[in-house]
């Protein structure tokens, strides 16, 4: 029982530790209260010493004075180490401004979803998303507007996709979108989509109305393909020039993926 208790205690997380600190001090002062006299016990027993009560008042009071004030300091610095490293973890997978995932953190977790998707023989699209003369935006409105359409263009993404695809930030106005399970077909429909919804917002900042739109390379796997996730970015970024080259705002399947939707 002690040693489960222990392990639930060490498996918590900084926010479950800093709403259940009391809780937690108390257990901790049970236990060492417990221990306590569990050891005079069995030095009393081993020595032959007389078992007094005055002894195991003894054993008892000192940890119930202790072991409050010494846990309670030593849960309180686990729980401020716990938050700087989720702190840390969060800044190195989430973009700041976005709130989307960091190109590392894509690059990570979308090989390890085309990984999955290889071994199940399901279907993966990749898309990269570009945002059209986001320099002119920059230099018209400056780079505070420039991160208000960032932001704007991040949340479109987020309302339009699956609970099971995945959405990064590359760089600059540069995004992807992993889509596990999805057909070349599927993937066109939903990248219309999210297409659309940015032709169609409008980002106000200041006394300003901006509009914009993205362009979009789309690559896929399909059945007993093996790729990595990097040359299926290569492919989806080569299909985004080809967007950005025949007039922007559209979305453009690689040829292989051109080919099945006819």
């Not at 004075?65 to 969060?90: A, G, M």
């Not at 090989?111 to 945002?131: G, H, M, S, V, W």
């Not at 290569?234 to 690689?254: I, M």
Request: one cysteine or more; glycine letters at 6%.
């Amino acid at each position: 029982m002690l040693n489960r208790y222990l392990e639930r205690l060490a498996n918590l997380d900084y926010k479950t530790r800093e709403q259940q600190r009391v809780k937690i001090v108390i257990g901790i002062t049970l236990v060492a209260l417990v221990m306590s006299l569990l050891i005079t016990f069995a030095i009393l027993l081993v020595t032959g010493n007389e078992m007094q009560p005055i002894i195991f008042i003894i054993a008892a009071v000192a940890p119930a004075l202790i072991s409050p004030l010494t846990s309670w300091h030593v849960v309180n610095l686990i729980i401020r180490v716990q938050k700087l490293e989720e702190q840390h973890r969060k800044l190195a997978t989430i973009d700041d401004l976005t709130g989307l995932l960091t190109r590392r953190a894509m690059l990570d977790q979308g090989e390890a979803l085309l990984k999955l998707c290889q071994r199940n023989r399901q279907p993966f699209a990749l898309a990269i998303l570009d945002l059209d003369k986001f320099k002119a935006v920059n230099d018209q409105y400056g780079h505070a507007g420039g991160d208000a359409v960032l932001k704007t263009f991040a949340a479109i993404m987020r309302r339009d996709m699956r609970a099971s695809d995945l959405v990064g930030r590359l760089g600059g106005e540069e995004f992807a979108m992993a889509l596990p399970g999805t057909s070349a077909e599927d993937a066109v429909h939903l990248l219309e989509r999210v297409r659309l919804d940015t032709a169609a917002a409008k980002v106000t900042y200041l006394e300003h109305r901006i509009q914009f739109t993205t362009s979009v390379g789309l690559a896929g796997a399909r059945g007993l393909m093996v790729e990595n996730f990097a040359s299926l970015l290569k492919r989806a970024d080569d299909a985004l020039y080809q967007a950005k080259e025949h007039g922007r705002n559209q979305v453009v399947p690689t040829g292989l993926e051109m080919s099945g939707l006819h």
